[in-house]
Antibody, heavy 124, light 108 residues
């Protein structure tokens, strides 16, 4: 059974930093791309960032580019999101999500498993 | 960016009825790379459909997806009490990945 557990959320002042973690189990961690998706209170889902299975590729939403950094430790089955220069509009539940797999083992960025989320509140 | 517009915003139906949810894209979704998710308030999203019409593992067959190009539909054939939730579509054919704003399915 796939399990994704996020941690590291909390209350932080604008301009400060926070690092989120997501510990994975129940699948071959090194074979799958991983993503962060966030949801502001009462709002819809917003894709944030992606890292490829081999850590060779990363992408970011324009709203976080230059401030957030995604990384993964394949020896620890853990995904990270380093969030710098936080803004009030970054307040959200942050989910880590496992990417799907298409034919012939090609990764497809739909999200077949999600963690329970961790709440980040940016407020003075 | 591809903008996904879901309609209606809220759908009020009774258990046993049929639900039809729409997702319209501002541009063609490449290779029908469209997914659907269900979210019960306070919970993480649940994966339902990929490739516009393929049910995820363990998803009941009352859920079905259809469509191509710019128009996609999620149909729930006979609503069960546990189906009342918010539903999101997502396109993954073009970067950046984008979601629709959601349709709330509520009990009438």
């Amino acid at each position: 059974q796939v399990n994704l557990v996020e941690s590291g959320g909390g209350v932080v002042q604008p301009g400060r930093s926070l690092r989120l973690s997501c510990t994975a189990s129940g699948f071959t961690f090194t074979s799958f791309d991983l993503h962060w998706v966030r949801q502001a209170p009462g709002k819809g889902l917003e894709w944030v960032s992606f890292v490829s299975s081999d850590r060779g590729h990363e992408k970011y939403a324009d709203s976080v580019k230059g401030r957030f950094t995604i990384s993964r430790d394949n020896s620890m089955n853990t995904l990270y999101l380093q969030m710098n220069s936080l803004r009030p509009e970054d307040t959200a539940v942050y989910y880590c999500a496992k990417s799907g797999m298409g034919r012939f083992g090609v990764p497809r960025p739909y999200f077949d498993w999600w963690g329970q989320g961790t709440l980040v509140t940016v407020s003075s | 960016d591809i903008v996904l517009t879901q309609s209606p915003g809220t759908l009020s139906l009774s258990p046993g009825e049929r639900a039809t949810l729409s997702c319209r894209a501002s541009q063609t979704v490449s290779s029908s790379y469209l997914a659907w998710y269900q979210q019960i308030p306070g919970q993480a999203p649940r994966f339902l459909i990929y490739g516009a019409s393929n049910r995820a593992s363990g998803i009941p067959d009352r859920f079905s997806g259809s469509g191509s190009g710019t128009d996609f539909t999620l149909t729930i054939s006979r609503l069960e009490p546990e189906d009342f939730a918010v539903y999101y579509c997502q396109q993954y054919g073009s970067s950046p990945i984008t979601f629709g704003q959601g349709t709330r399915l509520e009990i009438k």
